[in-house]
């Protein structure tokens, strides 16, 4: 359960207290650090604490100083965030949850955190995830599990498990996360909040520790819709130093969630695919009664086929490790990453690499091999060309659907959160648990998570929603109303 009783849900709630008086920004700031150092949910990698500070009583200064929150200039003024730690900050550690960068300390900050600071955020420490962020359980750190928020006895998703939890618990009152293949969304219904994975290039991705990098994106966590589209509004917008920023301005989704969508016009495409064998009942009832709630508000439910969708795991397994393989070798020691004790006695190169590659956990020399048998000569033809061939076909059924409808909805994943360790000896099935996922990562669309309900055990359900490319504002306007006009209940 949460550790302590945060009365806001919002952002805008917290700007009203701190403009009345009832709260300040480092009283705020010393609850979340105070609730942090007491949490055993192990969350948290690193606390900021004098930063954290440091920024609160800045921004206590500028609400003294305009007898107000400067809402325009620092929407964010005052709020209190976790920072996955695959995303580096200028003088503060950077692990990706592995001994390879246990003492790794970055010499600049990311773009999409440097932004949330200039606009007024907090930064309260660096959260857990699963080891560069290769898992669905977030079980893979090399320093401990991250816990549920709500039932401790259970996983909170992954990879992003410490920034859904963290949200959660009251930890932080918003966060960010990294999505390879759902692992801001996955750990997002699991932990029941928010979570938003962007367009592919929306958000810039300088300063995110690479796995994939064709389909690594960074994305927001909070209790709210309309908060997690305050987010994804101050972070994006062009970044010259990312090649893969979109050469477009910053996105105002904030004020799409002022307005109701067009419910007459608009056109729901509900994937047979989606609907099969394995879906927990609990999960199904659920993802069934919010689709009939957008029934009633007038929207068209269209029935819809993505035929590839077979296929998204076993092709999204062979290019993300492939890729994860070419961006992991840079750790090897010398360019990278830790020199364990013992390696200069190494009796040659290859000698020198096991010893210093061995600091990776087994989830990630899983991966890496894998990925380097798929780029391998003679093999790269069958496998990752293949898998690529593939991905053309699944990027080809989305474009086919969104010319009929505006929206795809769905569940985020066939189960509520599992047991600590009721996967852990089986990868295959820990993967299948990103079959809804994966897809939108692979085609590079905007989709995300909120909550929809709980099952007989109170274990949160998230709906997943899914939209062309680019259109995060009809994403984020059905989403926030759904979460305002739908009543959450076990099912």
């Known amino acids: 359960m949460p550790n302590h009783s945060i009365p806001f849900r919002t952002i805008q709630e917290v700007h009203s207290a ?17 609730a942090a150092k007491k949490s055993q949910l192990g969350a948290y990698l690193t606390l900021c604490d ?21 809402r325009e200039e620092y929407p964010l003024l005052g709020i209190p965030m976790g920072i996955k730690d695959n995303l580096v900050m200028d003088g503060v550690r950077t692990t990706c949850a592995s001994k390879m960068l246990e003492n790794y300390v970055a010499p600049y900050t990311a773009t999409c955190v440097s932004r949330l600071e200039k606009a007024g955020a907090v930064t309260l420490g660096k959260l857990n995830l699963d080891e560069f962020a290769m898992g669905g359980s977030n079980e893979n750190s090399a320093f401990g599990p991250v816990r549920h928020p709500t039932h401790p006895d259970r996983v909170p998703g992954g990879s992003s498990g410490g920034s859904a939890a963290s949200v959660k618990a009251d930890l932080c009152f918003a966060s960010l996360g990294s999505d390879t293949g759902g692992s801001i969304r996955l750990p997002a ?19 995110l ?50 307005t109701a969508p067009s419910w007459s016009q608009l056109r729901v495409g509900v ?21 009939n709630w957008f029934q009633k508000q007038g929207a068209e439910l269209v029935p819809i086929s993505l035929p590839h969708t077979q296929y998204a795991v076993s092709v999204y397994y062979v290019v993300a490790v492939s890729e994860a393989s070419s961006n992991l070798a840079r750790y090897d020691g010398i360019r990278f990453g830790m020199r364990p004790a013992g390696s200069e006695q190494a009796k040659d190169l290859n000698d020198f690499y096991r010893k210093s590659r061995s600091l990776f956990g087994p989830e990630v020399k899983r991966r890496i091999i894998l990925g380097t048998f798929a780029l391998s000569s003679g093999y790269s033809e069958a496998y990752f060309h293949r898998a690529c061939q593939v991905r053309r076909k699944i990027v080809g059924d989305f474009t086919e659907a969104f010319t009929k409808v505006d929206l795809i909805i769905g569940p985020v994943a066939p189960t509520t959160a599992f047991k600590l360790g009721e996967k852990s000896s089986d990868p295959l ?7 809804f996922t994966i897809p939108a990562n692979l085609a590079g669309l905007p989709a995300l998570s ?17 939209a062309a490319p680019f259109q995060e504002d009809r994403l984020i306007s059905a989403a926030h109303a759904f979460q305002n006009g739908f009543e959450l209940g076990k099912v």
């Open 271 to 291: 994937p047979k695919e989606y609907f099969v064998g394995g879906l927990a009942p609990a999960v199904e009832r659920s993802i069934q009664n919010s689709l």
């Open 18 to 34: 701190f403009e009345s008086q009832k709260l300040s920004p480092v009283e705020l700031t010393q609850e979340y650090l105070a």
């Open 450 to 466: 909120v909550p929809c309900g709980a099952d007989e055990e109170g274990l949160p359900i998230g709906l997943h929603l899914m």
């Open 189 to 207: 219904s699991y932990c029941g909040v928010v979570g938003l994975k962007p367009t592919y290039g929306r958000i810039s991705r300088l300063g």
């Open 209 to 258: 520790v690479a796995f994939a990098s064709s389909l690594d994106q960074v994305g927001p966590f909070a209790k709210t819709v309309e908060d997690a589209a305050l987010l994804m509004d101050v972070m994006s917008g062009h970044d010259p130093q990312d090649s893969t920023s979109i050469p477009q301005g910053r996105l105002n989704s904030f004020a799409t969630t002022r």
């Open 429 to 435: 099935t820990m993967y299948l648990n990103d079959i």
């Open 50 to 70: 004098d930063l954290a500070l440091q920024q609160a009583r800045a921004a206590e200064s500028l609400i003294q100083k305009f007898g107000r929150v400067p």
